[in-house]
């Protein structure tokens, strides 16, 4: 298996603009964990998903932040309007139930900078 | 809540010695996993080593290992002989057995290897 893809690497953008950010997990993970990761705050659980259902969403930092996921293959984290203070590393995750000793598998994350 | 706390923001070690760090959390469940994740400059999460809560062996991985206090509730990673490759961030994580399957990340330490 690939791992946990995450597109794009980077992401530049200018202020109030709309950013989507991709995830496909590993083949067979029933858990979807996007993860936000900042000097000053560290790793922040942002949402994850279970067979597809939301299942906490408390981490998501505001109504500019929602994620979804409409199959078992495939997630979006999207940012609109972004600001500046949303500039970090997203990264996303997945695990399948009945592995929890493994922790999770990690995508290589997004850098996004908002300008 | 479950929290995880790294008190160590940096450490740095001479080549070739052994350096400790520091994981502590809190937790009102008394079955769960508790690991280390090392994040080289790829960003690329690496699981290094894990814990089972229930075992009071500490787990070993070749040059890592770990010194978990159950009643402590601590959790401390020992890294020995050195060498350039471990620099890297350090996280302990947390992730309960039965439940709610998200992994609770610590803020991280950033270890510095001194040739």
């Known amino acids: 298996d690939a791992g946990v893809i995450q597109s794009p690497r980077h992401e530049v953008t200018e202020m109030g603009q709309e950013v989507t950010l991709r995830c496909k997990p590993i083949?067979?993970?029933?858990?979807l964990f996007w993860y936000r990761q900042t000097m000053m705050r560290g790793l922040e659980l942002l949402i994850y998903?279970?067979?597809?259902?939301?299942?906490?969403d408390s981490g998501m930092p505001e109504d500019r932040f929602s994620a979804k996921m409409p199959n078992a293959s495939f997630s979006t984290l999207k940012i609109q309007p972004s600001e500046p203070r949303d500039s970090a590393v997203y990264f996303c995750?997945?695990?399948?139930?009945?592995?929890?000793?493994?922790?999770?598998?990690f995508g290589q994350g997004t850098r996004l900078t908002v300008v | 809540a479950q929290t995880v706390t790294q008190s160590q923001p940096e450490m740095s070690v001479q080549e070739a010695e052994t350096v400790t760090l520091s994981c502590t959390y809190d937790?009102?469940?008394?079955?769960?996993?508790l690991f280390w994740y090392k994040q080289p400059p790829s960003r690329q999460m690496i699981l290094v080593i894990r814990?089972?809560?229930?075992?009071?062996q500490n787990a070993t991985e070749n040059r890592f290992s770990v010194n978990f206090q159950k009643a402590a509730k601590s959790f401390s990673l020992k890294i020995s002989d050195s060498q350039l490759g471990d620099a890297a961030m350090y996280f302990c994580?947390?992730?309960?057995?039965?439940?709610?399957?998200?992994?609770?990340f610590g803020q991280g330490t950033r270890l510095t290897i001194n040739p």
């Open positions: 995750a997945s695990s399948l139930t009945g592995q929890g000793e493994v922790g999770a598998f």
């Open positions: 083949s067979g993970h029933d858990y």
């Open positions: 998903f279970n067979n597809n259902v939301p299942i906490d």
């Open positions: 937790t009102s469940e008394s079955d769960y996993y």
């Open positions: 814990q089972e809560a229930y075992k009071q």
């Open positions: 994580a947390y992730r309960v057995i039965q439940g709610a399957q998200k992994l609770v």
